[in-house]
Each structure stands twice: as structure tokens, then as C-alpha cells.
């Protein structure tokens, strides 16, 4: 039976090539899995060339990364119930992969509620064609309230400025009723621990001040996932001149950018439909006899 630890920065290492083979969403990020291992109880197992990330609150799995007989894998993970074994968060792809392998062992495949906004960078660079037309009219108002702005990457000189932008922003929201907990422990987490995590982010400043910043890393070659974003809100088109000038800053080294999931939440829905995704990354809950 497998031995599983909780997740440490230390792991990165080992894990981040094992993560970066193929692209299956922006839950199979080291800094997802590191971020969140308190909330979620995270831990990690290593098992020949690969490795599995287990979710102890609920007993579930993440698909095993690297190359492997998952038959073999499958058999050495230990099951809360002794009967079944539960993985989370897979792709179209490998749920099949599942079902070629497991065949009448699979008991359930249940489409998760939470696909992830995949969007081509150049759209989101540009904001070309009708479709952005309210996009680019939020930037250009921006840009007339903010003349001089300007854009610039996260750096160990100006990370201290993103972490006090970031606080006023929590404190602005406090009371809203809105269950914030998971959101500040990613964005304060990603930076207190940006360079280890190996994040890339960027700021908008305006007269000197930051009023919008944004993060995230790459997850599989030409796809990168913005992990955080946020904007004051003290500009009309704060959070559209970050998420343009971010893409285009990742034009260049990536096609696609995975904004994550919308965490339920019906107006974060309708920002993120409404920058036109090509296509959603959609999930199953996959339950087979152990």
C-alpha cells in the first residue's frame, strides 16, 4: 500500500515535470496542489516513475501523473471504504482511459460542476472583432482616467506594493457575505511564495499606485494558467486592461490561457463567459471497485 505525506514546496521539484506532460487543467498546478494542501489536506505518494495526489478531506484522488500501469497503481492506493477508489477532476481523455482499463470495475462517472474557461491568448491579447467590442471600450475608458499607466512583471522590488493592493482588497470585501477563505489563501499564498512556486504575474500601476495584479504558471507546453486576478475597482476597466496586457505579455510563449473555473459564482460566470472561451475544460468524478 501506497505511503502518502503531505505536499511541500520540496516536491515541486519532482512533481512539476510529471505535471507538465500534458495539459489536464489547472488542478494539476503545483501551486494549486501546494496552496490549497491545508483546506484540502493534500498529500502525495510516489510510486515507481510517477505519482498521485490524494485529497484526504474527501478521500479522493487526482489522476496519477507520469507513466504507469494504472492497474497496478490503482491497486497499491488505499480506499476509505476498503471497496472503492475515487478520482477527481478528470479529463474527457483520461476518463476514458479509465474506462478502457477498468471496464465493468468502473461503478459511476459523474460530470463535474466546475469546468475550467480555456481562451485563445491572441483573442484575449487583442480583443479583435464585434464580439469585444464593450471589452476594448472598458480598456480605452481605462486608459483615458489612467493616462501614463503602467504595466509592469511581479519583481522582488514591487512584490511588497501587489501584497498591500492585495490586503486593501480583501478588507474592501470584508462583510460582503461572500466566503473569501480558499481565494486569500491562494493569493496571499502565491505571494509570500511567488518565486519558489515559480509564478509569473504582472501589475497595473496608476500614479504610482497598484491598483491590479494577476498570477499564474504554465501548465503544459502552450497553456498557461492565471491563477489569481484582481482589480481595486477604482477605474472602470481595471480588471479588462489586466487581463489584456497580461496576455499579451503571454502571446508570445503560449496559445491557449485557462482562467480556471468560475467557483460557482454567478457574476464571476458571466465575466468569464463573456470574454468568449473557445472552449471549456469540463471534469468527471470517477468511482471503480478497488
Known amino acids: 500500500m501506497l505511503q502518502f505525506q503531505k505536499v511541500s514546496i520540496g516536491d515541486r521539484d519532482r512533481l512539476l515535470p510529471l505535471l507538465l506532460e500534458k495539459d489536464r487543467g489547472c488542478e494539476y498546478t503545483f501551486s494549486n496542489i501546494y496552496l490549497y494542501r491545508n483546506i484540502f489536506d493534500t ?3 510516489y510510486y515507481k516513475d510517477s505519482a498521485v495526489v490524494n485529497f484526504g ?3 479522493s484522488f487526482l489522476m496519477p501523473l507520469g507513466q504507469c500501469n494504472l492497474t497496478e497503481l490503482v491497486a497499491e492506493l488505499p480506499s476509505e471504504d476498503g471497496d472503492t477508489i475515487r478520482f477527481v477532476c478528470v479529463p474527457k481523455e483520461e476518463t476514458e482511459l479509465l474506462k478502457s482499463t477498468f471496464g465493468g470495475r468502473i461503478i459511476s462517472v459523474t460530470a463535474q460542476d466546475d469546468p475550467e474557461y480555456v481562451y485563445r491568448s491572441s483573442d484575449l491579447a487583442t480583443l479583435s472583432g464585434k464580439r469585444y467590442h464593450s471589452k476594448r471600450n472598458f480598456c480605452t475608458r481605462f486608459e483615458k482616467q489612467n493616462p501614463g499607466y503602467t504595466f509592469e512583471m ?5 512584490i511588497a506594493d501587489v501584497a498591500a493592493m492585495n490586503s486593501a482588497w480583501y478588507v474592501e470585501r470584508r462583510g460582503s457575505g461572500d466566503d473569501l477563505s480558499s481565494d486569500y489563501v491562494c493569493s496571499t499564498g502565491s505571494l509570500k511564495e511567488f518565486n519558489e512556486l515559480g509564478l509569473t504575474g504582472a501589475l497595473i500601476r496608476s500614479n504610482g499606485r497598484v491598483v491590479a495584479w494577476c498570477c499564474g ?3 503544459a507546453e502552450g497553456v498557461f494558467c492565471t491563477h489569481v486576478e484582481k482589480a481595486l475597482g477604482t477605474s ?4 479588462a486592461i489586466i487581463n489584456r496586457d497580461f496576455a499579451r505579455m503571454l502571446s508570445a510563449d503560449y496559445e491557449l490561457i485557462n482562467r480556471e ?3 460557482g459564482d454567478e457574476g464571476l460566470r458571466k465575466a468569464k463567459q463573456s470574454y468568449h472561451p473557445l472552449y471549456m475544460l469540463e471534469k468527471n468524478m470517477v468511482v471503480l471497485k478497488k
Open 154 to 158: 511581479i519583481t522582488a522590488d514591487n
Open 57 to 59: 478531506n474527501s478521500g
Open 261 to 263: 473555473d468560475d467557483a
Open 217 to 219: 504558471e504554465k501548465t
Open 43 to 45: 498529500k502525495i505518494a
Open 236 to 239: 472602470e476597466g481595471d480588471y
